[in-house]
């Protein structure tokens, strides 16, 4: 598959790449080429999750979300924890895995993997450069109305919040059946 590069960023790189359609004709598609990403639902109980109201330039201001980083070569379970000493300033005793997300595999590769943390302790939020966030505790319910309402329309972020509720048996089915 030749392919050329036409951008490489910090976060991402942009190919124009031939692809071979299951037809068997050749294309050429503009690709972002992503190393992946982890997010994690920030349990403090059952009833309670951190979210972050966060400046996002690209979505036109604030909006709500939940950690969530870059993979940085670590693996996504690492990254998740990471992000989250970073972004919320707690670490988690307990990392459950929720499942992934191709986020747009239309034109990207990046695949974010979803987590819920437990067991939270306190520890030094550090914020990147270009990070402006509030960490927001919300009650799990009105975390997932949220998500009903269209106000939590950030994909990894919705997503993780109705897994990790169907997790718990709180949308249907039993917690095994989520697993």
Do not use: N
């Not at 940085?72 to 379970?77: C, F, I, K, R």
């Not at 306190?122 to 309402?149: G, I, K, N, S, W």
């Amino acid at each position: 598959m030749p392919h050329k590069l036409l951008h490489k960023g910090p976060a991402f790189s942009l190919y124009a790449e031939d692809a071979t359609m299951p037809d068997g004709r050749t294309v050429t598609l503009d690709v972002v080429r992503h190393p992946g990403a982890a997010a994690v639902v920030p349990f403090r109980s059952e009833d309670e999750v951190l979210l972050l109201r966060q400046f996002r330039h690209a979505a036109g201001g604030v909006i709500w979300e939940i950690p969530a980083g870059k993979l940085d070569g670590e693996a996504p379970e690492i990254c998740a924890a990471r992000e989250l000493e970073e972004e919320a300033g707690v670490r988690a005793g307990r990392l459950d895995p929720l499942g992934a997300v191709w986020t747009t595999p239309g034109f990207t590769d990046e695949r974010i993997h979803l987590f819920a943390a437990w067991d939270l302790t306190p520890c030094p939020q550090q914020l990147e450069h270009d990070e402006y966030l509030e960490v927001v505790p919300t009650p799990f319910d009105e975390a997932l109305e949220m998500v009903f309402r269209g106000e939590i329309s950030d994909g990894k972020s919705a997503l993780a919040l109705v897994l990790a509720a169907r997790r718990l048996g709180r949308l249907g089915g039993s917690p095994d059946e989520a697993a």
